[in-house]
């Protein structure tokens, strides 16, 4: 992941700023929530286009959605993240993710929740969130 991201940004320029992306959103889920008032969701965005960057997410179940980084163990609220031109971007447990707060209700396993993807170049991409187990883990399907 980190050498594809590299290797993206010593390409060339001109794709980067006048290529239009090409995004694709998988693995989109979310951990049944332990709590009534929080969750976080996870998914990747692969982009075989120019570069582009997630400003904002919105959802029904939440007025209250947040981009986070993970750095060094401690979580941080993020304005935007890039993605780069041939590269993706990671929204994995213990990394990068979304916060979903104040929620208009507990989502319980099985539900899916409905979730907006704002891009600064591709503008709102719709993804259906589904809700896994509180210990879903996409590698074992489990």
Known sequence: MAAAVTLAGCGSDDKDSSAKPELKVTGAYMPAPS???MAAGFFTVTNSGGADTL???TSDLSN???LHSTK???MEEEKSFAIPADGAL???SGGNHLMFEKLTHKPKQGE???VELHFAKSGTVK???PVKS???TPKTGH
């Open 35 to 37: 709590m009534d008032s």
């Open 55 to 57: 400003t904002s997410v």
């Open 64 to 66: 209250d959605v947040t």
């Open 72 to 74: 060094g163990g401690a």
């Open 90 to 92: 990671d929204f994995a």
């Open 112 to 114: 899916k929740v409905s």
């Open 127 to 129: 993804i259906s969130m």
């Open 134 to 136: 509180a210990t879903y």
